[in-house]
Structure formats: C-alpha cells, structure tokens
C-alpha cells in the first residue's frame, strides 16, 4: 500500500516539473525575449551593453585586439587611367622645402631620394603655345606626372597654358622672370633677388594661386649668394642628374636617345627637358613609351607647402603688365546682353 501512494507521488511530482518546462519554453514571454535579442542591430545591442559593468579582464589573459569605435574610412580610390599599360606615377614624395634643399646629383649629391630605375620628369621654359599642351597631353595619355619649372614673363604671356598645367596635378615651381643668368657678373645680388621674386609672382599671378617652393637656375648657374638666399625663403634648388639637351637636337629622335643613353649608364635620375622645345614636344610619346618598356618608374615631387609670394613683387609685376586695378562693379553692370 505504502510502495502504491510513494509511486503516485512520484508521478505527480514527475508530471509538475515537465508542466514547468513545458510552459518556461513554450511561453510567448520567452519567445520575445529571445526574438529581441536575435533581431536588434548592432548599434543596439552595443548601446544596451556599454551602459552595462565593464567585466574585469583577468591578468593572465592576454588583450590582442579592441574593436574601434568607428569603422576606418575606406581610402578613396585613385582616378582610373584609361590606359592600362600606362607609365603612370609609382609614388609620390612631399618635399620640406625648410631651409632650401638641393635636388640632382649635378650639382647636389646629399639628397638621393631615387631609387635603382626611378625618374622625375622636370620641363623648363614654358608656358608656350603647342608644345606645352602638346606635352601636357602626352603626360595624361601615359597617366603621369612632372615638376614645370615656367619663366616668369612666359607665365604672363600665356596664364590659360600654365593653368593647364597647375589643373592637370603637375608641380608648377619657376625659372626667374626672364631666364637671366644669376650667376652673372654683371648681375648683383639685389638684381638676382628681384629676378627670383618677380618670377614667382608672376606664375602666382598667372596660377592665380601661390606656385611650389621649387626653383631651377636658368643655364643651371648658380652662385654662394642666390643659393643662400633661395635657403632663406625655404626655396628647394633643383638641378638634375641628367640635361636632354634638348634645345640642342635636331629631331625628336636626338632627344630620345640623348635621354635614353645617360638613363642607362646613371640608372635612375631627375630628367630636365624644356617643353618650350617643339622637338621635345614631338619626342615624348615615344620617350615616355620607351620608359615604360625599359622598366623605369616615375616618382612626382609635391611640395609640403606653398610659397609665400612676396607683396612688392606681385604689385611689381602687375605694374609691368599695366593691368587696370580690379573692378568692384558687379557682371551685369559692366555686360548687358544686347541680342540672343
């Protein structure tokens, strides 16, 4: 009788518990505590817990990671090159042009920033009509870049090519205002000064915007003097390690050989052209596609920062222009449209 009654409690108890269960499980409460937990987005779920204790990292256990606040910013991409074989631009170097550093084994050898079949392409003498653009167009079909280096008065002749230039990513330095020779005896220091300064005011006023800290010697003549003074406006002196002596061929394929043949025996290199020079013009679809074949890689200098142009000299160049001080009146007081 006793052994019955204890086997039906025990049923009883049995039943009760699996009723228990049954209802914790099944019970529409739970369901929508597990739903919200599963179907909150991240943000949510990280605002819940970060209001929550931080649990205490044990001291044996090693930290490798954190997650970041924000997810990084993807890199923006570069502009896609329409040709796929394109010499193109391997990198890029920024130059801190304090205290005015030297560039080209011609005449400076302590900065060798190139390596083994590395090139910068530098052009003097312009902005000119069809050969600047012609080279400038020459450059965007092999997707690559170069350091120009205009005269001053050049500059004022042609504004809309050098912005052309400034527009198309090319570092735009100068050249002096008339391509003097500054080492010159019958140039003094302060006639040196005023053909450095006038030049780069006027490529500020043909830019509109200050040019690079960037200066080649016209001629590559260049004295102790200018050359400390170039350091005291925080001036880069750039000669080169190898002259195309371009204005010197008599075709296009002089100039491709003269700068292919020095290319090989120095290897790598800062390359002065002047795209002033119709035969340097004609020459560069073919040097820059020789380049590429030859494995050579092409290396763009930028500035760190921009040249501060100095007041007396762009007043100065203006004056030489005889431009009519800027008009306040607005468009439609100085234009009517008379017909359409």
Known sequence: ??????LMLASVGAAVVIAAVWFWTSSPRA????????????AERLAGTASAKPIPI?????????IPAKPPVPPQPKAACAN???????????????????????????????ADKEIVLTFDDGPWPVNTPSVL????????????????K???????ILKQVAA???????????????????????????EIEKGFSAVKLALGAAPSPFFRFPQLQHGPATVSY???????????????????AKDATQVINSVLTKLEKSGKGIILMHDFQKHTAEALPVLLRRLKAGGYKVVHMKAKAPLQTLAEYDEAVVKDMKLPVASTRPVNNVVQTVTE
């Open 1 to 6: 009788m006793r052994n019955a009654l204890g």
């Open 31 to 42: 369901d929508l505590t597990v739903a919200a937990t599963l179907s909150a987005p991240p």
């Open 58 to 66: 044990p001291k044996d256990v090693e930290v490798t990671a954190t």
């Open 84 to 114: 796929p074989d394109a010499l193109g631009v391997s990198r890029v170097v920024e130059i801190d042009t304090t205290g005015g550093p030297g560039f080209g084994f011609e005449h400076f050898k302590q900065l060798d920033l190139l």
């Open 137 to 152: 167009k020459s450059l965007a079909d092999e997707c690559t870049k170069a350091v120009f280096f205009p005269i001053g």
């Open 154 to 160: 050049h500059a004022t002749y042609h504004p809309e």
């Open 168 to 194: 198309a990513g090319h570092s735009v330095g100068a050249h002096t205002w008339s391509h003097a020779n500054l080492n010159s005896k019958k140039m003094n220091e302060q006639q040196a000064r005023d």
């Open 230 to 248: 170039l350091g005291s406006r925080n001036v880069a002196i750039f000669s080169c390690d190898l002259d195309s002596f371009d204005f010197k």
